[in-house]
């Protein structure tokens, strides 16, 4: 096993002043030295982990790290810089920037000694000897283990005083090491032995932590939340749940625990073992920066006789950051959660019934139940088949859309009134917006009543008895009685409205949904456009005007990546090797309306490819809704051509916005100002293109 740092992949005088120049300066070390194939590829990666959620730590450190599958070798990068560098920290910029690479396929090992890296960030005495060491080879030595922090910290001891100490306020001792590769930890001997020579138990609390990559922020969460327990006097003991596996707490531990604490930006797995405990549930972050917080609130629950009801209150949706995120992202991710468990259903169903279309002709809707009359050897009854099946698919949109909004509120207890809700949405025609609306009132009753202090010989029945009970209850009496029907005259009015669009007010119509379909490439503004479409032709019978609206989303979804692939063909020059190849894919996921197919490109460069790709959107929405294209199918892409109404025409609009976005994009990127000559970026970027040019490999 190589080396994962050597001194050619440090440097002591990072000149970088962006997180991106940052890593691309490591990035460009690894190059050098074979550990990564694809600098661009790689950089996209890192950009890609950098969205999920900012990688930036108190106390002045930066770890931008994801897995590639252009890294050859788990590889560590050091950079340290004199100006700071923002990485999305709340304490201010970052001076010490680690870019961690992992490979697709890593094995355990290695990430085990990523992890232990991980930990060791939060070692104030190791960071403070990374700001003092002043030689490469040193900090390499330093950041392998086979120098001690002490040891190098004394070479130059009046660099070590000058460290900023407020931005190191989590103490660590040398003690705090813990064994990563078993997965469950603890720092809490010294605390126990006192308090057993007190005759005290001390408070005792079991934490999970995870994250998305399971590399960095899983261990570093659990360390921080060890130290902060040693300061307080209160045993911790943590389950890490990363890349390298994870091994589950002993029951007995978990049982013996006054609290427990999730900081994870995934789902914790096995979660309901720790029911029935007063539970603190977070981002991984806040476990970082702000252990001695969640500490002091489970211990405040546990004062309180505050449990969790069954499954620990809390979902994977709400949880994906931090516990401090407003209202309008929860809300955003709790609708999310729904149209995300929605879209399969409108898929298959809306594809079925096309079928049903194409094979039976288009009085299939008037066909009898295949129950009844099926004649294997006849196409109109395959038709009728393939039709029904579709449209009992259709028939579970709502209350999907409904059950899975609650889901993401309040977790499991919430899908049966959420479901309830929704079927009942149905029954008195509140349609979508009845959905909506039962969804969120589903999860708000669960998240009350789990909230009421209940006797511990209930908490059993809470979850499958009771909570199901009330909730259905409640949610049925509001949507029958109270809120129904002002929702579904809300329904019928915006149905009514649809179907009136003629003339101007249809084209301006199909340019805003073009411009939603290209804005974020398959989020949440392009998800609420195309549910809008896919509601309007979830029916036996749509209308004219919802067909013609479906017709102008999907042809508006089809145009970024057939422009971006169609660019990457007229002007390669324009764009690097990487996203030439992604060009080649692209005109498949753009024909098959996979508008994600862009997002590598707009991720690279979002000031130039996104506004071009919803300049291009709105044109083809306008001009297919223009046209009087209509569509059935809720996707398909270039497949379901033979069922689109004024198929040539909108073929027509397809092509007008993959021109219009693909000069756009051209245009933009040739004003595009090159770096001056002598640069590290400029030198770098037209070293790796001549070797791109001339076919030579990247990586040295």
Not at 186 to 210: L, Y
Not at 530 to 538: H, K, M, N
Not at 558 to 565: E, F, I, K, Y
């Amino acid at each position: 096993m190589s080396e994962m740092i050597t001194a050619d992949l440090v440097d002591l005088d990072l000149s970088a002043e962006t997180k991106e120049a940052a890593a691309r300066a490591l990035a460009e070390r690894m190059v050098t030295l074979g550990r990564v194939t694809d600098l661009e590829g790689f950089l996209a990666d890192v950009a890609a982990r950098e969205a999920q959620m900012p990688t930036g730590l108190d106390g002045g450190i930066g770890i931008p790290h994801c897995r590639s599958e252009h890294v050859t070798e788990p590889t560590l990068g050091f950079g340290r810089s004199a100006a700071g560098i923002d990485f999305g920290a709340p304490d201010g910029p970052a001076d010490l920037i680690f870019l961690i690479a992992a490979p697709a396929g890593a094995d355990d090992a290695h990430l085990t000694i990523l992890s232990s890296l991980a930990r060791q960030l939060m070692n104030a005495e190791f960071t403070s000897a990374l700001r003092a060491v002043d030689d490469a080879a040193a900090a390499a030595a330093l950041i392998r283990g086979d120098e001690s922090p002490a040891a190098a910290a004394s070479t130059v001891p009046e660099r070590t005083e000058s460290a900023d100490g407020s931005k190191n306020s989590v103490a660590v001792s040398a003690a705090a090491s813990a064994d990563t590769a078993t997965g469950t930890t603890t720092g809490t001997t010294d605390t126990t032995a006192d308090a057993g020579a007190s005759g005290e138990r001390p408070f005792r609390i079991v934490a999970v932590t995870s994250c998305p990559t399971g590399i960095a922020h899983t261990y570093m969460a659990a360390e921080s939340l060890e130290n902060a327990g040693r300061e307080a006097g209160v045993e911790v003991v943590v389950e890490t749940q990363g890349s390298a596996g994870f091994t589950r707490l002993d029951p007995a531990v978990i049982a013996a625990a006054d609290g427990v604490i999730f900081a994870h930006d995934v789902p914790v797995r096995d979660k309901d073992r720790f029911a029935g405990k007063p539970t603190v549930d977070v981002g991984v972050k806040a476990g970082i920066n702000k252990p001695a917080e969640l500490i002091t609130e489970v211990r405040g629950k546990a004062a309180r006789g505050e449990v969790s009801a069954g499954s620990a209150p809390g979902t994977p949706v709400e949880r994906s950051g931090d516990s401090a995120e407003g209202y309008g992202t929860k809300l955003r991710k709790w609708l999310m959660s729904g149209v995300s468990y929605m879209v399969p259903f409108v898929a298959a169903g809306g594809l079925l019934i096309a079928l049903g279309f194409a094979i039976g002709g288009y009085k299939i809707n008037k066909a009898p139940s295949v129950m009844d009359h099926f004649m294997w050897l006849q196409a109109d009854s395959w038709g009728a088949l393939f039709f029904q099946i579709g449209v009992v698919s259709f028939g579970f949109l709502v209350p999907v859309l409904a059950g899975y909004i609650a889901y993401g509120m309040a977790d499991r207890p919430g899908l049966v009134p959420g479901f309830v809700g929704g079927a009942i949405s149905l029954t008195i025609n509140a349609g979508f917006l009845g959905g909506l609306a039962a969804g969120l009132i589903a999860g708000g009753v669960v998240i009350g009543i789990q909230k009421v202090k209940i006797p511990a010989s209930l908490r059993g029945i809470m979850p499958v008895v009771v909570i199901p009970l009330i909730s259905a209850a409640i949610v049925g009496f509001l949507m029958f009685v109270v809120i129904g029907k002002p929702i579904a005259s809300a329904q019928k009015g915006m149905t009514d409205w649809l179907n009136g669009l003629t003339g101007t007010n249809a084209v301006l119509l199909g340019a805003l949904l073009g411009l939603m379909m290209c804005f974020d490439l398959g989020g949440p503004v392009n998800k609420v456009a195309y549910t809008f479409a896919t509601a309007g032709i979830a029916v036996a019978s749509p209308s004219d005007s919802a067909m013609k609206i479906m017709a102008a989303v999907m042809a508006a979804g089809m145009v970024p990546p057939l422009a971006m692939a169609l660019a990457t063909t007229v002007r390669g020059r324009l764009f690097t090797q990487t996203e030439r190849e992604n060009g080649k894919a692209a005109w498949v996921l753009g024909a098959s309306f996979i508008s994600e197919g862009a997002i590598p490109f707009a991720a690279a460069d979002p000031l130039r490819v996104i506004p071009s790709a919803m300049v291009g959107g709105a044109v083809t929405g306008s001009l297919s809704m223009a046209f009087g294209a209509t569509l059935r199918a809720p996707h398909g892409g270039i497949f379901v051509v033979p069922l689109i109404g004024n198929p040539f025409l909108y073929l027509i609009a397809i092509a007008a916005g993959v021109c219009v976005t693909t000069a756009l994009v051209v245009v933009l990127k040739g004003m595009r100002k090159q770096a001056p000559e002598g640069t590290g970026a400029g030198v770098a970027d037209t070293a790796i293109a001549a070797k791109v040019d001339s076919k030579e490999p990247v990586a040295a």
